[in-house]
């Protein structure tokens, strides 16, 4: 399928010293009323993957959006001259919005992937079974298993039907990142899928705030 996409960056007269999560909160305090900014139903978290998710890429803030938070992203384009994050207001100078149609899917070639930020996959139980597991190949084992199923919620999300089997390895660095003020076990490094993802698209836990955002790195053809 054709996925469409909206990448709206913002450059002040300082730079950026805030982390994403306070970028978050403003957008979501300012603009309370649009839910794809902060995905809260009153005080209940909404379980779905996040239209509009808060990234930095090459030093700049990027706010993606998809499906109807491109709709949201585009409503709000104009309604800031300054950003406050935490004590720190910001000018802003220059805005951007960049709109794009790409593949998404399950697809004949193999993509491999870096993720730019750490990918956190696991829940509690998750996590729990696999500090248990003692074989290396089987804690891999089961990374794919979870990786395909962050695929395929995403695909949901999304509102794409994966025709057949995902088929996917990985090649990662165990680390840790912070998330909640909590320190999760993470991964960095990349993977390879019969799966066509658009750039800076996150997938796993917290995706929203940044984490596990991919960028293609090279494409083989599936013989």
């Not at 990448?7 to 010293?17: A, L, V, W």
């Amino acid at each position: 399928m054709k996925l469409k996409t909206l990448e709206m960056t913002f450059r002040s007269t300082k730079k950026f010293k805030e982390n994403i999560l306070c970028t978050r909160g403003f957008f979501a305090t300012k603009f309370n009323e649009y839910v794809q900014l902060h995905n809260h139903i009153t005080d209940k978290l909404v379980y779905s993957y996040p239209t509009i998710q808060y990234k930095v890429v090459r030093n700049r803030p990027l706010i993606l959006g998809i499906n109807e938070g491109i709709d949201v992203l585009k409503e709000i384009f104009d309604d800031f001259d300054t950003v406050r994050l935490g004590e720190t207001e910001y000018e802003i100078i220059q805005r951007s919005m960049t709109i794009k149609k790409q593949e998404f899917g399950l697809s004949d070639k193999i993509y491999f992937y870096e993720f730019l930020t750490p990918w956190l996959p696991f829940n509690k139980e998750n996590h729990d079974k696999f500090v248990q597991i003692k074989s290396s190949e089987e804690q891999k084992e089961m990374l794919r298993r979870i990786l395909t199923g962050n695929l395929l919620s995403m695909s949901k999300g999304i509102g794409y039907t994966v025709p057949d089997k995902i088929k996917c390895d990985i090649d990662l660095q165990v680390t840790r990142s912070e998330y909640k003020g909590i320190n999760f076990l993470s991964f960095n490094g990349g993977f390879m899928a019969n799966f066509c993802i658009p750039n800076h698209l996150g997938i796993g836990k917290a995706a929203a705030m940044g984490k596990g955002t991919v960028q293609k790195i090279r494409v083989y053809r599936d013989n």
